[in-house]
Nanobody, 127 residues
Framework: QLQLVESGGGLVQPGGSLRLSCAAS????????IGWFRQAPGKEREGISC????????NYADSVKGRFTISRDNAKNTVYLQMNSLSPEDTAIYYC????????????????????WGQGTQVTVSS
């Protein structure tokens, strides 16, 4: 069964940090570029970052650039999202997803370009 599972979410104070993980099962993660999305209550799902299959190329939305860092460890079949300087505006459910093979991270914000999705992990930034 092909599956992505996110973990690492939780409650953090403004200015704090969290690291999300996205673990793959049923397929080799290194065969896919991986993106992160988030969806806040009442808002559309937003593509925020993507990493190429090798890890050599990354993309970030302006809303997270300079604060979030995506990385991957193909040996562990896991992609990470390090989130620093968090603010209440970052509160959302965070999802990882695998890009279809014929797409690059240039399409990171296009949810239709993704073939597998995780179930999401809640991140709440509040004092």
């Amino acid at each position: 069964q092909l599956q992505l599972v996110e973990s690492g979410g939780g409650l953090v104070q403004p200015g704090g940090s969290l690291r999300l993980s996205c673990a793959a099962s049923g397929f080799t993660l290194s065969s896919k570029a991986i993106g992160w999305f988030r969806q806040a209550p009442g808002k559309e799902r937003e593509g925020i970052s993507c990493i190429s299959r090798s890890g050599g190329s990354t993309n970030y939305a302006d809303s997270v650039k300079g604060r979030f860092t995506i990385s991957r460890d193909n040996a562990k079949n896991t992609v990470y999202l390090q989130m620093n300087s968090l603010s209440p505006e970052d509160t959302a459910i965070y999802y990882c997803a695998a890009l279809a093979t014929y797409y690059s991270c240039s399409y990171y914000s296009d949810s239709s370009a993704y073939v597998y999705w995780g179930q999401g992990t809640q991140v709440t930034v509040s004092s």
